[in-house]
């Protein structure tokens, strides 16, 4: 018999004893190398089959005590790690909606946390309110993992599925999960030559504080303004406060930019508010892009042109691909791509435009 008939096999014998109550509910299922003896196959064919159950909600691990049968009348239990949810530049508080959506739909119930709850917890306690809770699947809302952080071993030592909805390209060399990665870099670069279709050459960069530029280090991103004939554009790295952004709005206005690409929409809102306040217009005067998809650009005065990352999908795709998770996990992990889109508002018009509109 062939591997994967044999793992289904093994599925539908243990299945049916659930349901007929042979293994009633809260008891412990017998031990892999047990059943792998009794149904005459290997122990990693009893493993497939234990999988598929669990993502199944008949039975759940408990690491270092084995499998038990579960109701499975209770709705499945998904637990999301996030963190501050109170700061709202955090695209996790916009992906967050779309996964607790989805799996509402599916049936499946959600459970929120701060990951530095979980990080200060001990292993086995950790293991012990999995168990209690009934979780049968994690979504990490976060990205830029280290490698030492404590809550990728606690998450390591659980046999559950994990799914990292905004995970950055580094880190699918530390985290063992499956994970949605934006390529930042296309849509950075994107979102420049939009402008520069517009006839802007001297754009403005506004990166913040410490970071790549969504992906490009700085040399590379100087590289790309070349490659465009857009040598004249400056580049500024700035916090998001009110003096950084008068510093460079003073820079901007100063070396005669013709549009501001800022690092995400909350320093795009910043700066239309700070040359409004002297008495500039947008898009009339200078044009500025945002980059994110912030759910209230669409709202400012006036309406914010972005690059939306979709963060709403971004969460439905993890929901989906969690709600999968009996075709990859134990298996290989998956790797997908999250969706970006130009929003074209009012805040950006073509330069040729406004120079006629002079003449």
């Known amino acids: 018999m062939a591997p994967e008939s044999k793992k289904n096999l093994v599925y539908e014998l243990l299945r049916d004893d659930i349901v007929a109550g042979r293994f009633p ?26 999988k598929r159950l669990a993502a199944e909600n008949y039975v759940a691990f408990i690491n270092g005590s084995g499998t038990f049968v579960t109701n499975r009348d209770e709705k499945p239990v998904y637990l999301i790690l996030s963190s501050n949810l109170s ?7 916009y992906v967050v909606p779309g996964i607790q959506r ?4 599916a049936g499946a119930q959600t459970k929120l946390c701060i990951r530095d709850f979980i990080a200060q917890m001990r292993k086995t306690d950790f ?41 950055a390209a580094g880190d699918q060399k530390i985290c063992p999960f499956s994970m949605i990665i934006a390529d930042f870099e296309k849509a950075f670069a994107e979102t420049l030559l939009y402008l520069k279709k517009l006839g802007h050459c001297r754009v403005a960069t506004i990166n913040g ?23 004249g554009s400056l580049i500024l790295d700035a ?24 690092y995400s929409d909350f320093y795009a809102i910043e ?10 217009r947008v898009p009339e005067d200078i044009s500025v892009m945002g980059f994110c998809g912030y759910p209230g ?35 290989e992990n998956v790797i997908l791509e999250s969706p970006h889109e130009l929003q074209i508002r009012e805040s950006t018009r073509t330069w040729i435009e406004k120079l006629r509109k002079t003449i």
């Open 25 to 50: 509910v809260g008891s412990k299922l017998p031990g892999g190398l047990e059943l792998a003896k009794r149904y005459q196959v290997a122990h990693m064919t009893v493993r497939s089959a234990m």
């Open 87 to 93: 700061d709202f530049t955090l695209p996790g508080n």
């Open 102 to 105: 989805a799996m509402a739909l």
């Open 127 to 167: 293991q012990k309110m999995i168990v209690r809770e009934k979780i049968k699947g994690i979504f990490l809302v976060e990205s830029y993992f280290r490698g030492t952080e404590p809550e990728l071993k606690l998450l390591k030592s659980v046999d559950i599925p994990v799914v990292m909805p905004i995970a």
């Open 209 to 231: 504080s410490g970071w790549s530029f969504r992906g490009y280090p700085r040399e590379n991103f100087e590289s790309l303004l070349l490659q465009n004939h857009m040598d």
């Open 239 to 262: 916090d998001l406060t009110p003096d950084e952004i008068k510093k460079c709005v003073d820079r901007i206005l100063a070396e005669e930019q013709t549009a501001v690409l800022c």
């Open 271 to 280: 700066v239309i508010r700070e040359l409004r306040e002297r008495g500039l």
């Open 297 to 331: 650009g669409e709202f400012t005065v006036p309406p914010l042109s972005t690059m939306d990352l979709c963060y709403d999908t971004v969460g439905v795709m993890a929901a989906e691909l969690m709600l999968k998770s009996q075709d990859w996990f134990g298996k």
